[in-house]
């Protein structure tokens, strides 16, 4: 049974009241994350007016909405008002949004419990949330590894029994790298499904909000109350299928696609795991087939000129001007915005903001950025093609397990290509889950990846689920109980 | 060696919507400064343009007047630069698809003034110097222009102004 | 290969200030992955144009005017501007 429906049904049946659900949680948060460093602002009060507004329901005895009741977490992206929103950036500390991003107003509006803001890489910039003004978030299953990033405090959040779900957002990898590192489920929308109005844009062609939970089933739950057509935001489509409806249907028959190039450079363990888990699916009755994937390499590159370009653009409007941080000290107007800008960003995203400067600057912009964008079109349709023949594609989520804090920042380089698996999902704007699959020698979580067509979200989480069911445990306990581990 | 006088035009007018191209704050003239401003046109962080469509069909209406073709594709590109009086350190603008183009203007002479493009694109904010400082009203932000780009067909100061007043 | 000289044009464009410590390893940094994006040039495009990621199209809202929001809260994260205006002093000395 899912978290989510588990928890509900404590509430509904007044096993234990909402409020008190939700101190537990206070009360795991105030043990773990001084060493965790999951969360960058805790949302203590407006938990608890939220928990007393359902209890009153139940005592009423009204039905709860999906999300009703729900502790959960949302990464420091998601514009909440009069809440501090930092995008863990010096840029943005001490900023409060005066209007809600679109997925909070709609889980404000269920009433799920808000514990807080979580750590993330500086404007999601990053993989392993080290490039956050507040430092970086330990993986629950061991500190002496990263949780991962950019949405590392959302998947460290779920991880450790601080959230029963995570919010994040999902650019080239943020939601299933990170739950990949800590074992739990991680899941990014077709684009355009859920709303990115609020969320502060890193690549706008490239984000979606994502989900982290404990299980397929929760982030299947979530995607449905989230996944409503927006008309704040232009490429906003919605969906109108059920996934939860639909977790459940066979998969008999299901055509998993998997190309060979998705493994190599893989960790040997990690393949391991992943092939262990597609004799899963061919026992279920599933049926294996081999493609191609010739122009892999060139995603990254593809990817990272697009990403820098636009995050270029979209952190423009960080001056000092009308909001967040500004210099103290600035002998005229534009030295103001330079050295606003200088001292107001990390060093990642500095340099990201001059790639992607360099690639849109006259001269350059027909070789780098416009040329990026056609192969995309080329990339998008070579999937179209795959998706003719398979269902769904499974993949390794990232090459490597998590790390060791410090481990990451050595080569740039060496850090973009940990994306390998992840990246083309978002230039294609499809639909891709990562769903633990097993352990490596040092027992740190290893995932897989299932991707799907766009618009099929409901395959991909019915894949996942019925891969869990055949594998997982559930744990249906309450947080903090000590069969977690 | 003797001069020949040859212009081009690039005006920008502003289009007599109720609303902004971006966002549904009002274009009303006047008003105190950043009160006709929301989190869009302010360009806070997270925040999406949703597109005006009275402001496609003046632009058409625009284009039609003056004989131009009309794009059956048209998009919105940014023109980035950090400058006070633009928020998002981008003008949203029409780059290589502007709604119209190829049309013509003809003058009372008889001579046909070329017309390059018809593009839409958004007003900055007002800025305002006093003693060295700068003072920001962001209420024109996000009005709606459309900008009317002639090709190098003026020859005199007389045609220029009778151009304009066409 | 970039050289330092189109860094620091690439600084300016972008409004950001680079102290002379950190032009070095910009730089360098900088030419590793501009060599590596270089890749695509190698890549064939099939003549393939991508305007949109999803093909929604017309997303248009009507001419309707809402009412704008109160002048407290555009300048809430400005201490409340000076007059109902931003400012920009010309110089400051921290």
């Known amino acids: 049974m899912s978290r989510i429906k588990y928890i509900q049904k404590l509430l509904e049946t007044k096993e234990i009241s909402c409020v008190e659900l939700t101190e537990k949680y206070l009360s795991s948060i105030e043990k773990q994350n001084s060493i965790l460093n999951a969360y960058v602002n805790v949302t203590e009060t407006e938990a608890l007016n939220t928990a007393r507004i359902v209890d009153k329901k139940i005592a009423q005895g009204q039905k709860l909405m999906p999300l009703e009741g729900i502790p959960m977490s949302l990464k420091d992206n998601i514009s909440t008002k009069d809440i501090e929103t930092t995008c863990c950036s010096k840029i943005l500390q001490g900023y409060y949004p005066i209007f809600d991003a679109t997925v909070w107003e709609i889980l404000k509006k269920q009433n799920s419990v808000l514990l807080g803001k979580t750590n993330m890489d500086e404007f999601a910039m990053g993989s392993s949330c080290e490039t956050s003004c507040f430092g970086a978030t330990l993986n629950p299953v061991n500190t002496e590894y990263v949780a991962g990033g950019s949405s590392g405090g959302a998947a460290a959040s779920v991880g450790a029994d601080m959230a029963a779900f995570g919010l994040g957002s999902d650019t080239g990898g943020s939601i299933r790298q990170p739950a990949a590192f800590c074992g739990l489920a991680g899941f990014k929308p077709t684009y355009g499904t859920v709303s990115r109005y609020g969320v502060v844009a890193y690549a706008s062609s490239l984000d979606q909000v994502g989900f982290i939970a404990d299980s397929v089933e929760d982030a299947s739950i979530v995607y449905d109350s989230l996944s409503a057509y927006d008309p704040k935001d232009s490429t906003s489509v919605g969906s109108k299928i059920s996934t939860e409806d639909k977790l459940n249907s066979s998969i008999k028959g299901l055509k998993i696609g998997i190309a060979d190039e998705f493994f190599e450079g893989i960790q040997d363990d990690i393949k391991k795991s992943v092939n262990a888990a597609i004799k899963v699916y061919e026992e279920s009755g599933a049926e294996i087939i081999h493609f191609e994937m010739p122009k892999l390499k060139t995603i990254l590159p593809v990817y990272f000129i697009i990403s820098c370009a636009e995050a270029s653009s979209n952190l423009g409007r960080f001056d000092g001007i009308r909001y967040g941080y500004r210099t103290n000290s600035y002998k005229d107007v534009n030295e103001m915005i330079c050295k606003t800008r200088s001292e107001g960003f990390g060093k990642e995203v500095k340099r990201r903001i001059m790639l992607g400067t360099y690639v849109l600057s006259s001269g350059y912009y027909d070789a780098y950025y416009k040329k990026a964008q056609n192969l995309r079109g080329s990339i998008i349709r070579d999937f179209k093609k795959i998706f003719e023949k398979c269902d769904v594609i499974l993949t390794p989520s990232v090459p490597v397990t998590a790390f060791k804090k410090g481990e990451a920042l050595r080569d740039p380089i060496e850090t973009y290509m940990m994306d390998i698996c992840t990246v083309p999902v978002n230039i294609a704007g499809l639909p891709a889950i990562s769903v633990p699959c097993g352990f490596d020698k040092n027992n740190m979580p290893i995932g897989m990846q299932i991707i799907g067509n766009s618009f099929e979200d409901y395959k991909v989480l019915n894949a996942a689920h019925q891969y869990e069911k055949q594998t997982r445990r559930y744990e249906t306990m309450l947080p903090l109980s000590d069969s977690r581990r | ?149 002639t090709e190098p067909d003026l020859r005199s100061i007389e045609e220029v102004v009778e151009e304009t007043q066409d | 290969m970039i050289s330092k000289e189109e860094v620091l044009k690439i600084a300016k464009l972008a409004k950001l200030s680079v102290e002379d410590e950190e032009i070095e390893q910009l730089t360098s940094d900088m030419s590793g992955i501009i060599e590596y994006a270089d890749a695509i040039n190698a890549a064939e495009d099939e003549a393939a144009e991508f305007d949109n990621i999803n093909s929604v199209v017309n997303a248009f809202s009507e001419d309707i005017v809402l009412e704008s929001y109160e002048r407290d809260e555009i300048l809430m994260n400005r201490e409340g501007g000076e007059n109902g205006y931003f400012v920009i002093r010309k110089s400051l000395r921290g």
């Open chain 2, 1 to 149: 060696m003797d001069y020949e006088l040859v212009v081009g035009l690039e005006t920008h007018i502003e289009l007599s919507t109720k609303t902004k191209i971006f966002c549904q704050c009002t274009t009303e003239f006047g008003g105190a400064p950043n009160t006709h401003c929301c989190p869009i046109c302010m360009g806070m962080p997270g925040t999406l343009p949703k597109l005006n469509k009275r402001v496609v069909e003046y632009a058409v209406k625009a284009g039609l007047a003056t004989n131009c073709k009309i794009r059956n594709v048209s998009k919105m590109d940014r023109k980035n630069y950090v400058y006070p009086d633009l928020p998002k350190a981008y003008q949203i603008s029409q780059f290589d698809k502007p709604i119209c183009y190829e049309g013509f203007i003809r003058l009372s002479s008889g001579k046909s003034i070329n017309i390059n493009r018809i593009h839409i694109e958004e007003d900055a904010g007002k800025l305002v110097h006093e003693r060295g400082d700068t003072y920001i009203d962001y209420n024109r932000g996000g009005v709606p222009l459309i900008e009317i780009v």
